[in-house]
Antibody, heavy 116, light 111 residues
């Protein structure tokens, strides 16, 4: 059974950093197209970042230069390093197993709150 | 890319059919047959309901169907049931080396 379990969310001050983790089971992270998608409170979904099986990475313009997606193949875990956080980054962050055309599996999400 | 355009809300009575539209451009919805739809209940993660415009994953009832014409994709739910009340999001592939683009979401109310 495919499972994605996010962790690392919490309350952080503006300008701070946070690293989200997504532990995967039931499949191999490095062989898949993995993504982070976020949802601000009461708002819609926003694709934040993806990492291809080959290692290429892409980011939404809103986070480019501040967020970094990566993976640890030995731990079968996906990460999102978030730096220079802003109030508008406040959201539930979902880890997702995807193809280039759809999101197949979602984690339960982890809430990031950026506030002083 | 700009978000795809969905109606903010739709409603229907049990047993009826409703259709949710999703309008994009020739760079996303109109350019590829790669539209997907997600159902999200309050406080829950989204769930894939339709992919590649009209295909249903295993386990999704055949009451859910998808279609596309030009730059607009549609999700139709027939035989509405109370448990269908949720938010629905469309998403489209938008080309190589880019992220997919979501719609703003539609709240479905079952009256």
């Amino acid at each position: 059974e495919v499972q994605l379990v996010e962790s690392g969310g919490g309350l952080i001050q503006p300008g701070g950093s946070l690293r989200l983790s997504c532990a995967a089971s039931g499949f191999t992270v490095s062989s898949n197209y993995m993504s982070w998608v976020r949802q601000a409170p009461g708002k819609g979904l926003e694709w934040v970042s993806v990492i291809y099986s080959g290692g290429s990475t892409y980011y939404a313009d809103s986070v480019k230069g501040r967020f970094t997606i990566s993976r640890d193949n030995s731990k079968n875990t996906l990460y999102l390093q978030m730096n220079s956080l802003r109030a508008e980054d406040t959201a539930v962050y979902y880890c997702a197993r995807a193809t280039i055309t759809m999101i197949v599996s979602w984690g339960q999400g982890t809430l990031v709150t950026v506030s002083s | 890319q700009s978000a795809l355009t969905q109606p903010r809300s739709v409603s229907g009575s049990p047993g009826q059919s409703v259709t949710i539209s999703c309008t994009g451009t020739s760079s996303d919805v109109g350019g590829y047959n790669y539209v997907s739809w997600y159902q999200q209940h309050p406080g829950k993660a989204p769930k894939l309901m339709i992919y590649d415009v009209s295909k249903r994953p295993s386990g999704v009832p055949d009451r859910f169907s998808g279609s596309k014409s030009g730059n607009t994709a549609s999700l139709t739910i027939s035989g509405l049931q109370a448990e269908d009340e949720a938010d629905y999001y469309c998403c489209s592939y938008a080309g190589s080396y880019t992220l997919g683009v979501f719609g703003g979401g539609t709240k479905l109310t079952v009256l």
